[in-house]
């Protein structure tokens, strides 16, 4: 393997960076594809996007001959804007998923490890919180305060961001005013139609568990289904 290739390959990892290592198995050629590249004229461009969508490395057969594609996609997470009580049934079911997920609190009385045991907690504002990691479109964000103070910034972030999911609680009244304020903030109108409010699949949720499970229908739909979602 070319370990200059290798080397970019850790690197994009690291970052969470979608990217294809593609290998010539007749003469050994190898190249980095990455998701963020336009490679629409690429050869393969049809079987690569279809792979950055599953996930899945695999021999494919080329007019070359058989090529080898190595798919790295970075682990899907769930950022959870809110330590409530839909967030206590969600985590683990999340978790179980395969979701790496972190919850997301400024208030500590809610925000305790005796509530959410074992999990990735931040007890800090959601601004702070995604200095140190931010999103990207492998993350999924379901806001779930109530509170526009702690779940706007988040949102707006996700939705500038690219997350492949962006999920928030409240009423349709409470989602117009909420659109109201990000138009005041100067966010994109095109962006909007990408939230998912009120939050998770319409499966007529009525308990803090039933919506956790809607909310995790409706994530893991957006990473299976969505075009150019984290599959």
Same mark, same amino acid.
């Given at each position: 393997?070319?370990?200059?290739?290798?080397?970019?390959?850790? *690197?994009? &990892?690291?970052?969470?960076?979608?990217?294809?290592?593609?290998?010539? =198995?007749?003469?050994? #050629? #190898?190249?980095?594809?990455?998701? @963020?590249?336009?490679?629409?004229? %690429?050869?393969?461009?049809?079987?690569?996007? &279809?792979?950055?969508?599953?996930?899945?490395?695999? =021999?494919?057969?080329?007019? @070359?001959?058989?090529?080898?594609?190595?798919?790295?996609?970075?682990?899907?997470?769930?950022? +959870?804007?809110?330590?409530?009580?839909?967030?206590?049934?969600?985590?683990?079911?999340?978790?179980?998923?395969?979701?790496?997920?972190?919850?997301?609190?400024?208030?500590?009385?809610?925000?305790?490890?005796?509530?959410?045991?074992?999990?990735?907690?931040?007890? %800090?504002?959601?601004?702070?919180?995604?200095?140190?990691?931010?999103?990207?479109?492998?993350?999924?964000?379901?806001?779930?305060?109530?509170?526009? *103070? +702690?779940?706007?910034?988040?949102? =707006?972030?996700?939705?500038?961001?690219?997350?492949?999911?962006?999920?928030?609680?409240? @009423? &349709? *009244?409470?989602?117009?005013?909420?659109?109201?304020?990000?138009?005041?903030?100067?966010?994109?109108?095109?962006?909007?139609?990408?939230? %998912?409010?009120? +939050?998770?699949?319409?499966?007529?949720?009525?308990?803090?568990?039933?919506? /956790?499970?809607?909310?995790?229908?409706?994530? +893991?739909?957006?990473?299976?289904?969505?075009?150019?979602?984290? /599959?």
């Amino acid at each position: 393997m070319d370990f200059s290739l290798l080397s970019d390959l850790n *690197k994009d &990892r690291a970052a969470r960076r979608a990217a294809i290592l593609v290998t010539d =198995m007749v003469d050994g #050629q #190898q190249r980095l594809v990455r998701k @963020s590249d336009d490679f629409s004229g %690429d050869p393969l461009a049809e079987e690569l996007a &279809r792979r950055f969508r599953s996930g899945k490395s695999g =021999m494919i057969t080329a007019e @070359s001959g058989e090529v080898f594609l190595n798919v790295s996609l970075p682990a899907p997470r769930l950022v +959870i804007i809110g330590a409530v009580h839909i967030s206590q049934a969600l985590v683990p079911m999340a978790e179980i998923a395969g979701l790496d997920v972190t919850v997301i609190d400024p208030r500590t009385a809610f925000a305790t490890e005796d509530r959410f045991p074992g999990s990735t907690l931040k007890a %800090d504002w959601p601004e702070e919180v995604l200095k140190d990691a931010p999103l990207d479109a492998f993350t999924a964000v379901a806001a779930v305060t109530h509170d526009p *103070k +702690i779940d706007d910034y988040p949102l =707006m972030e996700a939705l500038k961001t690219g997350c492949f999911y962006v999920g928030a609680l409240g @009423s &349709r *009244k409470t989602h117009g005013k909420r659109l109201e304020r990000f138009t005041e903030a100067g966010l994109a109108p095109e962006l909007f139609d990408r939230i %998912d409010a009120p +939050i998770g699949l319409d499966i007529g949720a009525a308990s803090p568990e039933e919506i /956790a499970v809607a909310v995790l229908g409706a994530i +893991i739909k957006a990473l299976r289904t969505a075009p150019g979602a984290a /599959a």
